[in-house]
């Protein structure tokens, strides 16, 4: 049995304050997520194509679609 006092904390990140925007330590934040949700499920929809799994790729590659929309829209906000 454990004391409910005796949970385990996350070491300090060393900043103060904490992250601005409430990310976990080490995320990357939501540019970098999606960035990384396009590449992947680029390559899932190549592999769903090869194998014929004709709506899994569409689905797929409307998620890659939706992911690069998002990312260059906010490469726009940042360039303002």
């Not at 454990?2 to 103060?16: E, F, H, I, L, N």
């Not at 929809?45 to 569409?58: I, K, T």
């Amino acid at each position: 049995m454990t004391k409910t006092g005796d949970r385990r904390r996350r070491a300090s990140s060393g900043k103060v304050g904490g992250a601005a925007n409430d990310e976990p330590p080490g995320d990357g934040g939501p540019d970098e997520a999606a960035i990384f949700i396009a590449e992947t499920v680029a390559a899932l929809a190549g592999l769903a194509r090869r194998h014929r799994l004709v709506m899994l790729a569409r689905l797929l590659e409307m998620t890659q679609m939706e992911a690069e929309e998002r990312i260059r829209l906010r490469g726009k906000r940042n360039l303002s």
